[in-house]
Nanobody
Framework: QVHLVESGGGLVQAGGSLRLSCAAS????????MGWYRQAPGNQRELVAT???????TYADSVKGRFTISRDNAKNTVTLQMNSLKAEDTAVYYC?????????????WGQGTQVTVSS
């Protein structure tokens, strides 16, 4: 499994921006999809955004138009640019790597980074 390390979380006021980064321990070129998920206290982990190896992106409705996911295969990193942050964006954000191989799915998670948005 690929080792993932998130960074860039912190405390920001509502309306502000943060940029999260996820560094992978190996090449992400062959990883089928990279994504960001988040989990707020008392809630289940939910999808925020994903990007495939071909560059196709998907976003949760709650972040469309505010968040942008991108990947840099040369640097083995995935980035989540978060703008116009809201208090409800407060959560621990997790990076995920999904690799499909011989009909099996292999999923790796980072340790998470806290994002706190003050209203």
């Amino acid at each position: 499994q690929v080792h993932l390390v998130e960074s860039g979380g912190g405390l920001v006021q509502a309306g502000g921006s943060l940029r999260l980064s996820c560094a992978a321990s190996e090449s992400i070129f062959s990883i089928n999809a990279m994504g960001w998920y988040r989990q707020a206290p008392g809630n289940q982990r939910e999808l925020v955004a994903t990007i495939t190896s071909g560059g196709r992106t998907t976003y949760a409705d709650s972040v469309k138009g505010r968040f942008t996911i991108s990947r840099d295969n040369a640097k083995n990193t995935v980035t989540l640019q978060m703008n116009s942050l809201k208090a409800e964006d407060t959560a621990v954000y997790y990076c995920n790597a999904l690799r499909l191989s011989y009909g099996q799915a292999f999923s790796s998670w980072g340790q998470g980074t806290q994002v706190t948005v003050s209203s």
